[in-house]
């Protein structure tokens, strides 16, 4: 007989690496079984409807078992791997080699050692196991002598008595539906057993008809081939939706069918602001740091924030009341291969120019890396979208929920603009500010937009108005 000695098999569920998210999709894994782990050591990338993580494991062990494959979308609270943790408390025996076949098997639960279980911070104990259940249709025996009757109906000989129904995803049977694919006749190639639409057009690939049988003994013509449909597999590409596409659309809808939308547009002569960007990438104090339109426009929007404070607010629908911030946490939509994400940068309305570069500069950085954090795109009051680095002239942005009011910045072209009485070429862009109507009226939302408007064109502004 051989013991593990001293050791206990511990199981690192999926932790809620944010506020109320129900799930995470595993992006990799970096561990496989019979990896050594460390306390602190990120074993997997997983991607929530706000951000991608990284998930440490809190423990020394030996990597036991992956319960989930990447790519698969598993609940907080579900164990997603199972790591030998040396010391845990007694020992964890194997079974002895002699063991009758017939012993049952051991038991999978997982142990509840004596005080408190070591977990992530801030991920809190879950107060049950939580176990994976293997998806499983029904089974439904049939009597032997239905056995051949059904063989002959499926079109195969290899139906068995009470084999469960072929796993396959909806979209997947759909597909296999609309091609004429018998889901039971494939051989799946997918995780657990689950068909894939690879094996659906593999199933349908088009093969020659046979000849049909003639009807009486006399010589006669063969029949010609019955036409075969033909699809073309290239014409369409179907992603699913999920993680942060996922909640991006489901914010967007909640957003504009919950908040009365307006939108305001104004054109604007930047010229003098595109020359003080030129001025401050050559000033000593802002060497390093990200110089370019977006930081003035950011300070413009925070002057005219400070200007008009009753734009910084929130809508409470639960009581009923109008919640003003003392604070801006600006954000600033950032497109990333995984879709749009709005992190922000917090008590930006405190932060000096340089400090705000910074804050800028590391925000973008971090987006584009994917590494931009739950915490980093929650509590947003006002948020800032240059659709202008597309190309795009302006557009009608929808509120980030929660919000009051989102600022579009078109794209900044030369065009003929009338300037001290003459048409002169000039820098110009249009500016779009959509707002929250229940709390900002009209009178409000021009004002706000009229003085980010002025202190783009008079840049000198900033030091008189902030």
Not at 97 to 111: G, I, L, S, T
Not at 258 to 272: K, N, S
Not at 350 to 368: H, I, N
Request: aromatic share 4%; with cysteine.
């Amino acid at each position: 007989m051989t013991t593990m000695t001293e050791a206990s098999v511990r199981e690192f569920k999926m932790p809620d690496v944010g506020e109320g998210l129900t799930e995470a999709e595993i992006l990799k894994w970096y561990v496989q079984p019979g990896d050594t782990v460390t306390d602190g050591q990120v074993v997997c990338e997983v991607e929530t409807a706000k951000a991608a993580v990284e998930l440490p494991i809190p423990y020394d062990g030996v990597v036991r078992e992956l319960h989930f494959p990447e790519g698969t979308t598993v609940d907080v609270g579900t164990s997603i791997i199972a790591v030998a943790v040396a010391g845990a408390g007694g020992a964890a025996p194997e079974a002895p080699a002699e063991q009758p076949a017939a012993a049952p098997a051991p038991a999978k639960d997982e142990p509840k050692p004596e005080g408190r279980q070591p977990v992530l911070v801030g991920y809190g104990v879950a107060a049950s196991s939580t176990k994976r259940r293997p998806r499983k249709g029904p089974e439904v025996t049939v009597p032997a002598p239905a056995q051949a009757v059904q063989a002959e109906l499926n079109g195969h000989g290899g139906a068995v008595a009470g084999k469960s129904r072929p796993l396959a995803k909806p979209p997947v049977r759909k597909l296999a539906k609309d091609l004429g694919v018998d889901l039971a006749a494939i051989i799946p190639s997918g995780p657990d057993g689950i068909i894939t639409r690879e094996d659906v057009h593999a199933a349908a690939t088009p093969r020659t008809a046979e000849p049909a049988a003639p009807v009486t003994a006399a010589p006669a013509a063969p029949a010609a081939p019955a036409p075969v449909a033909s699809y073309d597999i290239a014409r369409e590409t179907r992603i699913p939706v999920k993680g942060v596409r996922k909640a991006t659309a489901q914010a967007m809808v909640g957003s504009a069918f919950t908040a009365p939308h307006v939108t305001e547009f104004v054109t604007v002569d930047v010229t003098r602001t595109m020359k003080l960007v030129e001025e401050l990438k050559q000033d000593k104090e802002m060497q390093g740091l990200r110089v370019n339109p977006l930081l003035l426009i950011a300070k413009a929007l925070l002057v005219a924030i400070k200007r008009n404070p009753d734009i910084n607010a929130s809508w409470d629908e639960a009581n009923q009341e109008i919640v003003r911030k003392h604070y801006v946490n600006l954000g600033i939509a950032a497109a990333t291969p995984r879709g749009l994400i709005v992190p922000n940068i917090k008590d930006a309305q405190d932060k000096t120019l340089p400090e705000l570069a910074q804050a800028l500069g590391e925000l973008v950085s971090t987006a584009r890396e994917g590494k931009t954090s739950p915490a980093a795109m929650q509590g947003g009051t006002l948020t800032i979208t240059n659709v202008g680095v597309f190309g795009v002239d302006t557009g009608t942005p929808i509120l980030n929920p929660g919000e009051s009011a989102i600022l579009a910045v078109g794209a900044i072209k030369l065009q003929p603009w009338v300037h001290k009485g003459k048409v002169k070429p000039r820098q110009v862009t249009t500016l779009a500010l959509s707002f929250d109507h229940r709390l900002v009226d009209g009178e409000l939302g021009s004002k706000v937009l009229a003085d980010v408007a002025a202190i783009l064109e008079q840049p000198k502004r900033l030091i008189t108005w902030a």
